[in-house]
């Protein structure tokens, strides 16, 4: 059955019936219901939200301020069978703070391979009123265009609202969008009494890059699986598809290995600054291998080779060049460490590795490392990766591996990660032609360890201070001199840890720069704007106050007025899963609230007035922890640079 809601008199042309979606008669109660909710909206404000207001910014935005729709507790959620996930996701985002019901049903007619079509709309069993229309022609209601693997169309109205994308994974970002049109206050974790208007119109949106994402170092410092399961949800809020962890590197080994057992259990109990590790057991793996697939999120796994090694030569002196045992690495120094390139045993390591972590993983990436090997000769170096992107090829992955790869040999679909900061480079535009594509992570742009500003307690600054504009004023497509925006896959924004221990930490270093480079992944080249960025992402302040979500008020975002300024404690609250919410909570609570960071904190606007989170806010950071980053600058090698010939230093 293909129908349409009815048009209340009043307004003009129905938007949906724009859509070439058949029509039929409303019944009297249904309009008599509709009069009323549509009296209601005449009282009622108009939507605090506008429908521009969205980070990513959407290809097209087209508003109509006569169709806002208001979410009411006898709505409901219907979904073609294909995007049941979608819709139960959805419905268990608005749960919680409207305290609706929202249940979820298959929509009637929508078996079969047409566009998948999410509506939510008052209850058609109580009201009478049909689902919005199912049998659309993607094309038709694109203009012609295609939606692809991960574009979806959303169109507002009186009577419901309607996602149509051609996968779930389009479905799931449509959802991404409606929840940053509902008042900020939806993100609470329990009951608000706000009004939940959407305001009207229509959104069409789709991916400029097919790969964007963020990388998490868990080996630095380790972080449990509720840390990582709530990275997960931050980076796809804002529609990022990938999610790099970092898994090895000299302080620690993260991921347990069955035929080399000693990685994981020798190797993962240290970390930077001495505390005691961790490592993921291949049940962890899988379950955030899981979460994040639910969450159209891929877990591409880095093995760091050859270099950044050191756990792995604790763990297996065999491994070492000299055959000998290095004491364990709690420091904060790159490119001493690596592993024999010219013992065969080396190799069976690195196979066995790759192939289990490879069995592991159901996206198509491995990422092999490669930076600051700076030890190794650069033509046994370039014989290592060759031999290791064959390894990689026969567990039927492709390879990814950071810029230092470039002067190997092409492997097939291989992909360098750039983390430059100077677009000039020869080596790896050379690299492009011979039909290498790459992801680009400017460290001067893109690396969220940076600094904000010379206060901002944790942090690097090697590659200059990265504020919130600077970390969005940069074109992927034309980043790298003589290489064509057909070769870069995506942008990447990495999180290295050496001075980041805590999830709050985390937080503080993804936001408001998390927002700004998934921008730059997804969002047209012409929708680039600072001053539209700023505006729209200052309406993100709220929404991450009232999630606990720990952030930087950067003072270059104008964030909604406050009713308290004061410093105070960070409130970090729970998150979707219980885990996540009591490692949430524990890390916050670590973090006392003084410092340059604590000042000027958003946290409600009188349209938000009804988020529960007004104070204590949530952005605050501790300065006076004795952070090991804020005073280690002059002790920090430069990265890219060869380090002091220290090699493995005692802890
Ligand atoms: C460079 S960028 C590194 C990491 C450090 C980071 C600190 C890259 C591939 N390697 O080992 O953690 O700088 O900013």
Do not use: C
């Not at 070439?20 to 009282?43: F, I, K, N, Q």
């Amino acid at each position: 059955m293909t129908t349409t809601p009815a048009t209340p008199p009043e307004t003009g042309p129905d938007p949906l019936d724009e859509l070439g979606v058949p029509t039929r008669r409303p019944a009297a109660a249904e309009l008599a219901r509709s009069a009323a909710h549509r009296a209601g909206d005449l009282l009622a404000p108009p939507a605090p939200v506008r429908l521009g207001d969205v980070v990513p910014a959407p290809e097209f935005v087209a508003p109509d301020p006569a169709a806002d729709f208001t979410l009411t507790a006898d709505a409901a959620v219907r979904v073609s069978p294909a995007g049941r996930d979608v819709a139960e996701e959805l419905a268990a985002l608005l749960r919680p703070a409207t305290g609706f019901p929202l249940p979820v049903a298959d929509a009637a007619g929508t078996e079969g391979d047409g566009p998948l079509v999410l509506t939510v709309a008052t209850d058609p069993l109580e009201a009478g009123a049909a689902p919005l229309g199912q049998d659309v022609d993607v094309p038709a209601v694109t203009g012609g265009g295609e939606l692809g693997d991960e574009g979806y169309r959303l169109d507002v109205a009186p009577h419901g609202i309607r996602i149509v994308a051609a996968t779930p994974a389009g479905l799931f970002y449509g959802v991404q969008t409606l929840r940053q049109l509902l008042p900020p206050a939806v993100e609470s974790r329990t009951p608000v009494t706000e009004r939940w208007t959407v305001p009207g119109g229509s959104i069409v949106d789709r991916p400029r890059f097919a790969y964007r994402g963020a990388m998490l170092d868990v080996a630095r410092h380790f972080f449990p699986v509720a840390d990582v399961l709530r990275v997960v949800d931050h980076l796809a809020r804002y529609k990022l598809n990938h999610l790099h962890l970092h898994l090895t590197d000299d302080q620690g080994w993260r991921i347990a290995v069955d035929s080399w057992p000693r990685l994981a259990e020798v190797g993962g109990v240290t970390e930077v600054g001495g505390g005691p590790g961790g490592s993921y057991s291949g049940e962890d793996y899988r379950r955030i291998v899981r979460y994040a697939a639910r969450h159209h999120v891929t877990v591409v796994p880095e093995i760091d080779l050859p270099g950044h090694t050191n756990a792995a030569l604790v763990a297996y002196p065999e491994l070492a060049p000299g055959k000998v045992a290095p004491p364990p690495y709690t420091g904060t120094e790159v490119g001493f460490s690596y592993v024999d390139p010219a013992d065969e045993r080396t190799y069976d390591f690195v196979a066995d590795v790759l192939g289990e972590v490879a069995a592991l993983t159901p996206g198509p990436w491995l990422h092999i490392g490669g930076d600051e090997a700076f030890k190794v000769p650069a033509d046994v170096y370039r014989g290592f990766i060759e031999r290791a992107q064959r390894l990689v090829a026969a567990t039927g992955k492709t390879v990814v591996g950071w810029h230092q790869l470039a002067p190997a040999a092409h492997a097939d679909g291989r992909v360098l990660q750039w983390w430059g900061t100077n677009g000039e480079d020869p080596e790896t535009a050379d690299a492009v032609r011979r039909g290498a594509r790459l992801i680009l992570s400017p460290a001067n742009h893109a690396y969220l360890d940076m600094k904000y500003t010379p206060d901002t307690p944790i942090g690097h600054d090697w590659a200059g201070l990265i504020d919130v504009r600077r970390a969005y004023d940069w074109d992927p497509g034309a980043h790298i001199a003589g290489v064509p925006a057909e070769a870069v896959l995506g942008v990447e924004a990495p999180l290295w840890t050496e001075s980041v221990a805590t999830l709050a930490e985390v937080e503080f270093m993804l936001f408001p720069r998390l927002p700004a480079v998934a921008e730059l992944g997804w969002s047209p080249r012409s929708a680039h704007d600072w001053a539209g960025f700023r505006e729209r992402l200052a309406g993100h302040g709220p929404r991450w106050a009232a999630a606990g979500i720990t952030f930087h008020p950067s003072p270059e975002v104008p964030w909604p007025p406050t009713e308290t300024t004061a410093a105070a404690p960070a409130a970090v609250a729970p998150a979707s899963e219980p885990a996540a919410a009591a490692s949430a909570t524990e890390s916050a609570a670590a973090i006392p609230a003084t410092g340059p960071t604590a000042a000027a904190v958003p946290v409600t606007e009188p349209a938000a007035a009804a988020i529960p989170v007004t104070k204590p806010a949530a952005a605050v950071i501790a300065a006076t922890e004795p952070l090991m980053a804020a005073s280690a600058a002059a002790a920090e090698p430069i990265p890219g640079q060869p380090a002091p010939d220290t090699t493995a230093e005692p802890v």
